[in-house]
């Protein structure tokens, strides 16, 4: 695999795909609002890994006009997932291997579903890294991708030659893997953090480590991680209960962050509400599983976006 398109070039497809180019693949980028400015300016990372500096980049606005590459990375945010209906069967070959890089659950199933033919890989970035302007990306830490094989029928798909080709393509480019054998436990996992402090810090207007200084916020915190995994637990996903304690020592030890949500309402962006809560949430009711903290958070969540 030598050819890699980026759908979706803001921070997460910015940064990924910049590390890739730098290392010599050839990466195609897809923009929508900064077309124009990386295609005469270039695209920027500005990284404590070392700056990257792209002056000619493979810009394009129309993914009918890209080459259809043999790996595809979804950078999207979910928000317009339902963009991928229209993008991805122009921008695929039958033997595209797509990389899901988005937060929050069946995310790879929104690709799957649009090309059920092809390779489905969901991947799940630890990294804090922002967008501060038109091709302008910043990276203040951490580097890794959580990934595995997505498979149609919900089953773990193990380790696969077709994941640990993907994970050498990454590693080459100076970007850490961690193999997981079941995409969906790992996402699941993930959501356990971001189900709580993105809406936290959201609603309190305020970074995580306000939370985690404010007693009545930590409480609620850990009530909501908690929920988490009895919704996880309710799918058949086996989280341990220990793993709270796990996600709270790690966001003492985090210097101030803002997590993308709270990000996104500060610059009146869409959240991404679906992905994060409301699955969540239909998976519980289907599963008959009452998980009342998370229901509150989301309809605080719900009564901001309408103001």
């Known amino acids: 695999m030598n050819s890699i398109s980026v759908i979706g070039t803001g921070a997460i497809g910015g940064y990924y795909g910049a590390k890739l180019a730098e290392s010599g ?8 609002s900064d077309y124009e400015f990386v295609r005469q300016n270039g695209l920027s990372v500005q990284s404590p890994d070392g700056d990257i500096f792209l002056n000619k980049v493979n810009a394009w606005k129309d993914p009918g006009q890209m080459p259809k590459c043999d790996l595809i990375l979804i950078t999207l945010k979910t928000t ?4 991928l209906n229209d993008i991805l069967p122009k921008a695929a070959s039958k033997n595209s291997k797509i990389l899901v890089l988005q937060n ?7 690709s799957a579903d649009t090309l059920p033919e092809n390779e489905i890989f969901g991947g ?9 302007g038109p091709g302008k990306i910043k990276h203040i830490s951490y580097n890794e991708i959580r990934m595995g094989q997505y498979l149609r029928d919900g089953k773990a798909a193990g380790i696969t030659e077709s994941l640990k080709q993907i994970s050498r393509l990454l590693n080459s480019a100076g970007i850490k893997t961690v193999l997981n054998e079941n995409i969906t436990e790992a996402r699941w996992r ?3 953090w971001n189900i709580a402090f993105n809406g936290l810090t959201t609603v309190y207007d305020c970074h995580t480590q306000t939370i985690m200084k404010t007693p009545e916020y930590r409480q609620r915190a850990i009530n909501i991680m908690g929920e988490a995994i009895k919704a996880a637990n309710s799918c058949g996903i086996k989280i341990e209960k220990s793993y709270i304690d796990k996600m709270v020592a790690l966001t003492d030890s985090m210097a101030p962050y803002k997590p993308s949500m709270k990000l996104d309402f500060e610059n009146n962006r869409p959240l991404e509400m679906d992905v994060i809560y409301y699955r969540a949430l239909a998976y519980a009711k289907k599963n008959n599983c009452s998980i009342p903290h998370i229901e509150k958070l989301s309809l605080e969540l719900d009564t901001l976006t309408r103001r």
Request: proline content about 0%.
């Open 80 to 83: 317009v997932n339902y963009l």
């Open 190 to 192: 993930k959501l356990v």
């Open 124 to 132: 799940l970035c630890s990294i804090a890294c922002n967008k501060v």
């Open 25 to 32: 693949f050839d990466v195609h980028f897809l923009l929508n």
């Open 104 to 110: 929050g659950l069946d995310t790879d199933k929104d």
